[in-house]
């Protein structure tokens, strides 16, 4: 089993900046968090992959074709306006899970749509960073079981 995890713009100043909202921990310490629990949930390999660009996620998306078994996809702002990084997972059509560091529901009417959701079969919202350990057991689970 192969994951990819994407993390859209601004992910990189975890830590840095909004401790109230997105926690203290760092980015590096979220890789290391998703590289630790994908190794414990059996994955073979676990790539971590940041960018503030659309196209570049998109790029990512269509380059995880025939790489990647799964997907687990936080595109931060861009999952609020991004058709583009929709049409992209489901071009692709890999397994994918949603996950959101925040509890999005209880934020701004702005955030209330999810476009990359509608191409996830799961969505983990509000649980921090540990929510991408429950985002790769949920993928795990779906690969598996
Ligand atoms: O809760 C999440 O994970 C979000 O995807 C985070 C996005 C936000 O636009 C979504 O509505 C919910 C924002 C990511 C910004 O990350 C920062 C981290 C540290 C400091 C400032 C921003």
Do not use: W
């Amino acid at each position: 089993m192969r994951a990819l995890v994407i993390n859209g713009p601004n992910l990189n100043m975890l830590g840095i900046r909004e401790p109230g909202i997105y926690g203290n921990d760092s980015y590096d310490d979220l890789v290391a968090l998703c590289e630790t629990a994908g190794a414990e949930l059996g994955f073979e390999q676990v790539e971590v992959f940041q960018s503030n660009h659309e196209g570049a996620i998109i790029d990512k998306i269509q380059e995880a074709y025939g790489a990647f078994d799964g997907i687990v996809i936080n595109p931060a702002a861009y999952t609020h306006t991004s058709v583009g990084i929709l049409d992209a997972l489901k071009a692709v059509s890999i397994p994918a899970v949603e996950v959101h560091i925040s509890d999005v529901d209880s934020r701004e009417d702005f955030r209330q749509i999810s476009y990359a959701g509608m191409a996830c079969f799961a969505r983990v919202s509000g649980e921090g960073l540990e929510g991408y350990r429950h985002a790769l057991k949920l993928l795990a689970d779906r690969l598996t079981l």
